[in-house]
């Protein structure tokens, strides 16, 4: 435990100092949102793959897919990096810093205002990322909780609390370019975390192939190449997880903010090979936690009647296969990786109501040294009110996660991917999409569909619907 406390206090110690060190450099919004615009390959790389990873990743996602569907959970790690991570990179980057500096536009509401000429859709865009990334948030912190009550046997809600109080002081201090420094030291971590767990857990399993027998001997349907679930429940994951990055807004502000479209080539080999390793071993771990957690040995794991208790089956499966005196290892994996997406949905989420909101529609004569200070404020509020939310615990992190990734993906994919590629599709066809492919994706959740697969079909719906509605609206203009 004291070996525990002591790297906490210098991790947190070394949080302070890059946020102060940011402090100094941060003169400017500019500054704050984008680190000058000018942030290297290899800061990208990581900063986009922990962006992407997080204590969602290791606690929710590993553990509910793991136990449901076994090895089949590794089709995600795949699509994840060679779809949501290697294609945006190669695709939808270069684009991005393109359209930046055609229409002069550094966040999604205000690329959707200049490539559309529609206030209205950058209104509803500001409000949209806002809201759905605050269940996101709180899903982050519900994992990072989860894991320091297990570790350190703290009550939930003050981890909760000691989670938000370090994640706001380098964000309101620093902003993206401490975010940045942190992320690329972060990801260092998580590379040699994940490795060190992977020999970890095929050890206490005896090997591959005896971790391999032991699932099939609990139910052969976990070791083959779709799980037990179905491929239907499979493949809505999938695509959940692998199209909402073509247009989560915490992803695409890493090709804002970074370099030239030469640098964008550099970091894209970098963020592929990170999120396979951590994707892979992510999953691949969560798919023994039935070989090593019962209710016997892991009885905060299960309810009294013996189901799992999805969120803190990854908690107690790392407790029992990696050493006591190296837990503290895979506490600053799970650390390293939450408070990284932490970081960059509340840049995100604040820049979006100071920027979009507040400075396009309420009051557009701010200094930019007003629109920095309320950027720091919001970040804190921001962080205040996921915390809140967190408390509630009101589902399991999957589930809010789903609902939070296919809401933002929903809405943007068809306005935003249309828009960047295609200078044909017209403004109805951007708001239908946008409105459309988020209504239908609310609906099926609110009416029993589970949230991944409520947000694959509205993403699909909003990629679909802007071109028909935009050659419909076309040919009546005409």
């Known amino acids: 435990m004291l070996i525990r ?214 139910d052969p349907g976990l070791t083959q190449a779709v799980g037990p679930p179905g491929w239907w429940a499979l493949l809505s994951i999938v695509m959940l997880t692998s199209l909402a990055p073509f247009a989560m807004p915490q992803l695409m502000q890493k090709f804002y903010a970074i370099k030239d ?29 039935r070989i090593f957690l019962n209710t016997e040995n892991a009885p905060a794991a299960f309810t009294i009647a013996g189901e799992p208790v999805y969120d803190i089956l990854m908690p107690e499966l790392l407790n029992n296969i990696v050493p006591e005196s190296l837990n503290v290892i895979i506490l600053l994996l799970i650390l390293s990786a939450s408070m990284s997406t932490l970081a960059a949905l509340v840049l995100v989420s604040s820049s979006t109501f100071v920027k979009d909101f507040y400075d396009g529609f309420i009051n557009k004569n701010l200094s930019d040294r007003s629109l920095t200070l309320m950027m720091r404020v919001m970040s804190a509020l921001f962080i205040f009110i996921s915390v809140v939310l967190a408390y509630m615990n009101f589902d399991s992190i999957v589930a809010i996660l789903g609902i939070s990734w296919g809401a933002l993906g929903a809405f943007f994919l068809g306005p935003f991917i249309w828009g960047l590629f295609n200078k044909k599709v017209t403004r109805a066809g951007a708001m239908v999409s946008g409105l459309g492919g988020l209504g239908v994706c609310l609906a099926l959740y609110l009416t029993g569909t589970p949230s991944p697969q409520a947000g694959t079909v509205g993403m699909l719906l909003s990629l679909a619907l802007n071109p028909l509605v935009s050659l419909v609206t076309k040919t009546k203009a005409s």
């Open 261 to 289: 479209k030469a640098t964008i080539k550099r970091g894209m080999v970098g963020s592929t090979a990170f999120a396979i390793l951590i994707g892979g071993v992510a999953y691949f771990i969560g798919s023994t936690s």
């Open 5 to 218: 406390i002591i790297v906490l206090s210098l991790y947190a110690l070394m949080i302070v100092v890059i946020g102060i060190r940011g402090f100094r450099g941060t003169k400017t919004f500019n500054d704050f949102y984008l680190g000058g615009g000018n942030v290297g390959p290899w800061m990208t790389a990581f900063s986009y793959g922990v962006a992407y990873f997080s204590a969602v990743l290791f606690i929710g996602f590993a553990g509910n897919i793991g136990w449901n569907f076994g090895y089949s959970g590794l089709w995600i790690a795949l699509f994840n990096s060679f779809v949501g991570v290697l294609l945006v990179w190669w695709v939808v980057g270069p684009r991005i810093k393109d359209a930046a500096l055609e229409y002069n536009a550094y966040t999604l509401p205000e690329f959707l205002l200049k490539r559309y000429n529609s206030p209205a859709l950058k209104l509803i865009a500001s409000l949209v990322i806002f809201v759905f990334m605050i269940p996101y948030s709180a899903a982050v912190f519900m994992g990072l909780s989860y894991l320091f009550t297990s570790n350190f046997d703290i009550e939930y809600g003050y981890a909760l609390m000691f989670m938000g109080f370090f994640t706001a002081l380098y964000m309101v201090l620093g902003g993206y370019k401490s975010m940045a420094v942190i992320d690329m030291i972060f990801g260092m971590i998580m590379a040699v975390s994940v490795i060190f767990l992977f020999f970890s857990a095929t050890h206490q399993g005896g090997g591959l192939s005896e971790i391999t027998f032991s699932l099939q001997d609990i």
